[in-house]
């Protein structure tokens, strides 16, 4: 999925797939393979020996196992290594996909393989489960949530961080949920902003997928657009004096918040259509299942209108004291 979401915002993107699947793990059963560690990095050297390897961008999403997270890393950092003479010429996205809904999903081993990696990215894409497994934290209430930022920014010292799908206690409605990131000054200190967005009430495959795909084209709209040029500095850090709300990851997030919440209600939509007339079928609970499942795919492609020219509704919010 993100590779569409890339290549239809105008991206020229070379895809290495970690797994080749009949389809995705959440219709419960599914047949394909992993690629293993030493296949990422033979694809790799073929794209390095072949001069193919001048990436602006790299984006690193779902990995089975933690050899294969390592070696994802080695191509991260041999790509930064590249481009270490000219600052900005490189960023590195890194969703470390592990699990959600307070379970994990990947092999134990890719945990602490991550958490050594994720100090060469410079933009972090934990959804909440990931977070607190990443800080060893509970997130529950804003002030829990802007700590584990914290956190994030003084462990592993990256310099971008946001947090997907969070759902607080406190939140200004039950039927919110709500985005929290952060880009750090220049003493490592955080720049919280969130942006609050209602929850559609429907199951959906992919979203991860698609928010990182949205995020790394954003990001580099809004950093190129920065007066500041933030692209010409290590990792696209602000100056210190760009308030939390203002700066390019927050309006890179307005943006993709805006793009998935017009795809998943047309999704969602669609779903219900479906559901009704299913529900006029005679079948059994298997097929039924199988069904529902199908009926909720990310209508992705017929709204990619939705993905080019994202109405902002929500916007980010500056988070500068919390009780």
């Known amino acids: 999925m993100a590779t569409f979401v890339m290549q239809s915002l105008g991206c020229e993107v070379a895809a290495l797939n970690t797994v080749q699947y009949s389809n995705h793990v959440g219709y419960g059963t599914f047949k394909g393979s992993t690629t293993s560690a030493e296949e990422i990095r033979d694809l790799y050297e073929g794209l390095s020996q072949n001069r193919l390897d001048d990436f602006d961008m790299m984006l690193s999403g779902y990995i089975p196992s933690a050899e294969a997270v390592a070696a994802v890393g080695s191509v991260a950092r041999d790509l930064k290594l590249k481009s270490s003479n000219k600052p900005g010429g490189f960023f590195?996205?890194?969703?470390?996909?592990?699990?959600?809904?307070?379970?994990?999903?990947?092999?134990?081993?890719?945990?602490?393989?991550?958490?050594?990696?994720?100090?060469?990215?410079?933009?972090?894409?934990?959804?909440?489960?990931?977070?607190?497994?990443?800080?060893?934290?509970?997130?529950?209430?804003?002030?829990?949530?802007?700590?584990?930022?914290?956190?994030?920014?003084?462990?592993?010292?990256?310099?971008?961080?946001?947090?997907?799908?969070?759902?607080?206690?406190?939140?200004?409605?039950?039927?919110?949920?709500?985005?929290?990131?952060?880009?750090?000054?220049?003493?490592?200190?955080?720049?919280?902003?969130?942006?609050?967005?209602?929850?559609?009430?429907?199951?959906?495959?992919?979203?991860?997928?698609?928010?990182?795909?949205?995020?790394?084209?954003?990001?580099?709209?809004?950093?190129?657009?920065?007066?500041?040029?933030?692209?010409?500095?290590?990792?696209?850090?602000?100056?210190?004096d760009v308030r939390p709300a203002e700066l390019p990851l927050a309006r890179a997030a307005e943006k993709v918040i805006a793009s998935m919440q017009a795809v998943l209600m047309k999704t969602k939509e669609a779903r219900d259509e479906e559901l009704v007339a299913l529900g006029k079928e005679s079948a059994d609970e298997k097929r039924i299942r199988l069904r529902r499942t199908k009926a909720a795919e990310v209508r992705l492609v017929r709204n990619v209108e939705d993905l080019k020219r994202p109405v902002v509704e929500c916007r980010a919010e500056g988070v500068l004291e919390v009780d």
């Open 92 to 240: 590195w996205v890194l969703d470390p996909v592990m699990g959600d809904e307070d379970r994990l999903y990947v092999d134990e081993r890719v945990v602490p393989e991550y958490k050594h990696l994720i100090r060469d990215a410079d933009l972090i894409l934990p959804n909440q489960f990931e977070a607190e497994v990443l800080t060893n934290t509970t997130i529950s209430t804003l002030s829990e949530a802007v700590r584990a930022i914290g956190l994030l920014h003084q462990t592993y010292h990256v310099p971008h961080i946001i947090i997907t799908s969070v759902k607080l206690a406190a939140s200004s409605s039950s039927l919110n949920q709500c985005l929290i990131g952060s880009s750090a000054r220049s003493d490592g200190r955080p720049r919280v902003f969130r942006i609050e967005y209602p929850m559609l009430d429907c199951h959906f495959v992919g979203t991860g997928d698609m928010f990182a795909g949205l995020i790394v084209v954003r990001l580099r709209e809004a950093v190129l657009a920065s007066p500041a040029r933030v692209s010409a500095t290590r990792s696209w850090v602000s100056p210190d």
